[in-house]
């Protein structure tokens, strides 16, 4: 991998919305490593150094959710607080919503409300400015 | 006679002719005494003077001796002195006797010779000691002398003697007197006492009768009396105490005769009065008797009504219990009793608050607002959402439902009845309905979320260039896709909607924004139907405490189906203005209308009327349901006024506070 090329995690349980969402970030010219579960993601950020920003889903495989995954991320000692994390959901309760912006997530997208496209140039643009 | 005396004198009178008899009597005898004692000293004197004459005797003998001692040759000179101190004491023994001696002549004469005799004894006595004295004095001359002497003496002593005899005599003779006044005393006493107990006996019979005979027969009458028999009377004559009795007893008698004879008259009329009373009585106990059998029977039929009522009470499957309008406990049943953790028992007769402790969930304190309302106002009133009973062992359990009042016949609230159950399981259906909503609609929302993005890619050519079919096929893909994406949404909302489980968090919202960004997004269609429209409201309209999702809501479903359902050319109009507590919407259009026989429909469920239904396949049917509750909801109306072919205005109304905070699961989803 180049060193300045971005990085995203994928932390997402449906695989044709994965594979989905890694084919637009490469068109973007983002390249991008899947987690299915909170215990995967962990495991890929610990292997992999440069994450540059984090696609969550809110349901995952495994016990834990989301907001499990980004209470982690976000803890004092975490390494990874200040990854920004772009949370994608189809959930779409301001509870939710709520706690996750107050967790520390960036964005809080509803998938069906939005075009893929969209989300995507818009974390780019985000991740681009760090 | 005497019975006219007083009883008193009456017994005095025997009383003192008993002392008066007593007295007689005694004077008598003491008369009687006198004499015998009379007798008596006449016979100690007879005696005395006996003694005395033998003394006499005896003296004139003895004074005999000196002389006659003169007889003996060498008679003692003292002789003389003897003979004179002798004859001395037979002299004073004649003026002894001389007092004695009495009036009788034979007497006198006894005692005259006797002394006469004495004296000239005493003369002879004398010479002789005369004689003797001489010293020539010669025996032979004195024997004359003593002759003389001896002579008197013997006479003297003669006199005496007859003295004696009849002394003698006259003692025997007093004597006999004496035993004769003895016997005649003894006599007079035995007569006296006998006359004394005769007369006082007698006496005392009769006045002693004279008092009880009369008490016998007043005893005898006034018992009869007694007894009952009033016409009897006491016949009393005597003007003495008991007559007086006697009439006073009468007169009494009269009084009571009388009395009693009115009382007799009283009591008949009373009984006659009574009778009456009687018989209105009877009849009146006839009656109540049948009153009260009715009221037995209307309190069996009420005693079965109440039993009726507590089965049905107790078979209420929600919790009840009434209060009183002192908010006391009257009727509660087994369901409020096992919720609350109570037994009945224990719960009669307290004040509701003391046994059940309604609290509300999250602040804890406690929630009467819903009972102090209803008892106040007599309207029915809700348990506020969100609250629980704390029961006996402290648990909480969430209830829900109502308090109604009750009125008395004055339309006082007299009491309220209140209704309540656990709504714990309630709520756990509800959140596992919600949460399976949520989740379903996350799994379906999940492959429309895939087609759309692979739609999405394959329509920017990210996977190749596309030919004009492929195009075209492509956006119908996506234009289908977005249909059940709107409509998973639309489910959603509803289906929250009807659970009661979506929230509302007003905050300050400008709805003229929100208009304009609705008007925004249906931009390109208007533009395509070249559609006119007005907006008749100012930028500056002042923000409400609105859910701006909500309003968002609200906007995009009038505007959509204003555009929708209007021909092209034709003219949309929205208006926002205030009109004092209300803010007024109202959205018109010159659209295809809603039929008459369809308008009540129209905020139902999937309704679409038939003539759109052939011009316009796009749409829900759930826009305006969802309106409709929202604003409900909110606390606001919604209305419309619709022609066919001529054009369709909506109104809505909401209050100027704003929508008030709805805690909910989640929020509506905006089409």
Not at chain 1, 67 to 79: G, N, Q, T
Not at chain 2, 468 to 473: G, S, V
Not at chain 2, 658 to 668: E, F, R, S
Request: with cysteine; hydrophobic share 40%.
């Amino acid at each position: 991998m180049k060193k300045n090329e971005k990085v995203i995690l994928i932390v997402e349980d449906e695989k044709p919305l994965i594979d989905a969402i890694k084919d637009k970030l490469e068109l973007n010219g983002i390249s991008s490593v899947t987690a299915r579960s909170v215990e995967q993601a962990i495991s890929y950020l610990e292997d992999v150094k440069n994450v540059s920003g984090i696609w969550l889903d809110h349901y995952l495989l495994g016990k834990e959710n989301g907001l499990d995954l980004l209470a982690k991320l976000k803890d004092e000692k975490s390494k990874w607080k200040d990854i920004p994390v772009f949370v994608v959901s189809n959930t779409a309760s301001p509870d939710k919503i709520k706690s996750y912006i107050a967790l520390g997530a960036n964005e809080y997208y509803t998938k069906s409300d939005h075009k893929l496209n969209d989300i995507i140039k818009d974390i780019k643009r985000q991740i681009m400015l760090k | 006679m005497l019975k006219n005396l007083k009883i008193g004198s009456r017994l005095w009178i025997w009383i003192i002719t008993v002392i008066l008899l007593f007295l007689f009597a005694g004077i008598i005898t003491y008369s009687r005494i006198v004499d015998l004692e009379k007798e008596f000293e006449e016979v100690k004197g007879e005696s005395e003077k006996m003694h005395l004459v033998m003394s006499l005797s005896l003296a004139i003998n003895k004074v005999l001796i000196p002389p006659n001692s003169y007889l003996i040759p060498g008679a003692d000179p003292d002789e003389m002195w003897i003979f004179i101190r002798l004859d001395k004491d037979v002299e004073e023994k004649f003026n002894l006797i001389e007092k004695y001696s009495g009036n009788h002549p034979d007497e006198q004469a006894i005692f005259k010779s006797a002394r006469s005799n004495y004296l000239k004894f005493k003369q002879s006595a004398l010479m002789i000691f005369d004689t003797f004295s001489y010293e020539d004095f010669r025996l032979e001359d004195t024997g004359i002398l003593f002759g003389e002497m001896e002579k008197f003496n013997d006479k003297a002593l003669l006199d005496l003697e007859n003295w004696r005899k009849f002394v003698n005599r006259e003692i025997l003779g007093a004597t006999e007197k004496f035993e004769k006044a003895q016997q005649e005393i003894f006599l007079v006493i035995i007569i006296i006492i006998a006359l004394i107990t005769l007369i006082s006996t007698i006496l005392g019979i009769i006045i002693i009768r004279s008092i009880t005979v009369p008490v016998k027969e007043l005893v005898l009458i006034t018992k009869a009396i007694a007894d009952g028999n009033l016409n009897k009377r006491v016949v009393m004559n005597s003007k003495d105490e008991i007559g007086q009795l006697a009439i006073s007893f009468n007169k009494m008698i009269d009084e009571i005769k009388k009395s009693r004879s009115d009382v007799d008259r009283k009591v008949k009329q009373q009984t006659r009065s009574i009778t009456q009373q009687k018989t209105e009585l009877e009849n009146q106990q006839k009656k109540i008797l049948k009153i009260l059998k009715e009221v037995r029977k209307g309190r069996h039929k009420a005693d079965m009504d109440k039993d009726k009522i507590d089965k049905i009470l107790h078979s209420i499957g929600d919790g009840v219990f009434v209060v009183d309008s002192k908010f006391k406990i009257i009727i509660c049943n087994d369901v409020a009793a096992d919720i609350s953790g109570f037994t009945c028992d224990e719960l009669l007769g307290k004040r509701y608050d003391e046994v059940l402790k309604f609290v509300y969930e999250d602040s804890g304190k406690v929630n009467d607002k819903f009972m102090n309302e209803a008892m106040k106002t007599g309207k029915v009133r809700e348990i506020g959402n969100h609250t629980v009973i704390i029961r006996k062992d402290g648990s909480k359990v969430p209830i829900a439902d109502s308090a109604a009042p009750f009125k008395d016949k004055k339309g006082n609230v007299s009491g309220c009845v209140v209704v309540f159950r656990d709504v714990a399981k309630e709520r756990e259906i509800n959140r596992a309905k919600s949460e399976f909503v949520s989740l379903a609609s996350h799994q379906l929302r999940t492959p429309l979320s895939a087609i759309n993005w692979y739609s999405e890619m394959l329509m920017a050519g990210d996977a190749g260039k596309l030919t004009k079919n492929q195009k075209i096929y492509l956006n119908e893909i996506y234009a289908g896709n977005q249909r059940m994406v709107g409509l998973v949404n639309a489910l959603l909302n509803v289906s929250r909607i009807e659970l009661g489980t979506f929230s509302i968090e007003p905050e300050k919202v400008k709805l003229a924004e929100i208009c304009n960004s609705v008007l925004k997004e249906l931009a390109p269609k208007i533009k395509e139907k070249k559609l006119k429209i007005k907006k008749n409201y100012k930028k500056t309209f002042p923000a409400i405490n609105l859910d701006p999702k909500l309003m968002r809501i609200v906007f995009q479903n009038f505007l959509s189906n204003a555009v929708k359902y209007t021909p092209d050319k034709g003219k949309i109009c929205v208006g926002i203005e205030k009109k004092k507590s209300d803010i007024f919407i109202t959205i018109s259009d010159t659209g295809y209308g809603i039929p008459k026989k369809q308008q009540l429909k129209v905020f139902s469920k999937l309704f679409r009327a038939d003539n759109v239904r052939e011009k316009e396949t796009d749409g829900t049917g759930l826009g305006l349901y969802i309106v409709k509750a929202v604003i409900v909801q909110s606390g606001g109306k919604v209305w419309f006024e619709s022609e066919e072919d001529k054009g369709t205005t909506f109104y809505v109304t909401l209050p100027a506070a704003g929508m008030k905070k709805k805690k909910g699961t989640k929020g509506l989803t905006a089409g």
